[in-house]
């Protein structure tokens, strides 16, 4: 439990992962700041955003999970059953990753760097 410009929030922050409810309002914290309550997970090798009860906004220091800097980072929503729904938006601004869920039905959010060509406005 955090207060934070006078909100409080939730905020546990391990090795490999990074857990934020930021309690009906947006908050920012050592390089996350989140609109809703999510995980910033690392499982099997992969970086996944899973959102809890309530989730506008997310974004996040890419730094947080080794993502090189200037990287383009991929977003893919997939469902409960591990099937993948599509991209989901993410757009870098101001040195963090904003992800906008709820574009597609997704109980989660596999992050990836891009490999192959830069896409332009990914720096």
């Known amino acids: 439990d955090e207060t934070t410009f ?3 929030m ?3 922050r391990g090795k490999d992962c990074v857990y934020i409810d930021s309690r009906g309002g ?4 050592e390089g996350v ?24 906004e ?3 220091d890419p730094a ?3 993502f ?3 990287r383009t980072i991929d977003v893919s929503a997939v469902r409960e059953d591990g099937s993948k729904v599509g991209p989901a938006p993410a757009e870098p601004r101001s040195g963090l990753l904003h992800i906008t869920p709820g574009a597609s039905p997704a109980f989660k959010y596999l992050l990836h760097e891009h490999h192959g060509p830069e896409r332009p406005g990914s720096e």
């Not at 947006?26 to 914290?29: L, T, Y």
Request: some cysteine.
């Open 58 to 60: 997310f974004a996040f």
């Open 33 to 56: 700041s989140v609109n809703g309550a999510a995980a910033l997970r690392k499982a099997r090798g992969q970086w996944w955003l899973i959102p809890a009860t309530e989730l506008h």
């Open 64 to 66: 947080l999970a080794g």
């Open 26 to 29: 947006p908050v920012s914290f």
């Open 68 to 70: 090189e800097p200037k």
């Open 6 to 8: 006078g909100r409080r």
């Open 10 to 12: 939730d905020y546990c």
